[in-house]
């Protein structure tokens, strides 16, 4: 079983602080993906990485930063949290295309409150 | 336990066909449906539906939601090679959990 941990379930930070949210799979996976999950918008990619410090900007990447150490790591980082951060972010991991299937396999959310 | 399939897995289609491709789900507490075009690295968001019969489109691409007999399904008319994508069904439930199905792989020759 493929298994994504992310390393706080629930945070509150103040504004302007720097936060970092942690991610970690144990497949082997060389994708991985973090996302915010906001009520009537869906899952909105941040950035992805498809190799160890490699890394692209999704569809949101304003006010946010990644890095990509080790191959079961990455993290995602929010440089000054500002109160329009405040939202469940999800990590996911996915094997490399040519694999049978393509599921993205996710964490089970950090839900963040900037105040 | 909460599971999306899709089918066909994988699909090989002539330019300018219509495929169809499904997702069905059973899931706790569903709250929507969204599809995603995943071509090289990461997915690029397509849909999302909440309401059952309500039909979204865009382009050549449409989606409709049944949520009585619990599945979805993509249509993409007059396929054109850039269409050649994976395309990913997922369900998001009342609990912000999120589950993915396998992916179908779709490709387009000219």
């Known amino acids: 079983d493929v298994k994504v941990t992310q390393s706080s379930r629930y945070l509150v930070k103040r504004t302007g602080e720097k936060v970092f949210l942690e991610c970690v799979q144990d497949?082997?996976?060389?994708?991985m993906f973090w996302y915010r999950q906001d009520p009537g918008l869906g899952l909105r990619l941040i950035y992805f990485s498809y190799d160890v410090k490699m890394k692209e900007k999704g569809d949101i990447p304003e006010g946010y930063s990644v890095s990509r150490e080790k191959k079961e790591r990455f993290s995602l980082i929010l440089e000054s949290a500002s109160t329009n951060q405040t939202s469940m972010y999800l990590c996911a991991s996915q094997g490399a295309m040519g694999q049978p299937t393509y599921e993205q396999y996710f964490g089970p959310g950090t839900r963040l409150t900037v105040t | 336990e909460d599971k999306v399939v899709q089918s066909p897995l994988s699909l090989v289609v002539h330019e300018g066909d219509t495929v169809t491709l499904n997702c069905s789900y059973e899931?706790?507490?569903?709250?929507?449906l969204l599809w995603y075009k995943q071509e090289k690295k990461a997915p690029t968001f397509l849909f999302m539906l909440?309401?059952?019969?309500i039909e979204k489109k865009s382009g050549r691409l449409s989606s409709i939601l049944d949520k009585k007999e619990l599945f979805s399904i993509l249509n993409i008319t007059a396929t054109q090679t850039g269409d050649s994508a994976i395309y990913l069904c997922?369900?998001?439930?009342?609990?912000?959990?999120?589950?993915f199905g396998p992916g179908t792989s779709l490709s387009v020759i000219p």
């Open positions: 497949m082997d996976h060389e994708n």
């Open positions: 899931v706790t507490n569903f709250r929507s």
């Open positions: 997922a369900v998001i439930t009342s609990y912000d959990k999120v589950i």
């Open positions: 909440t309401s059952s019969g």
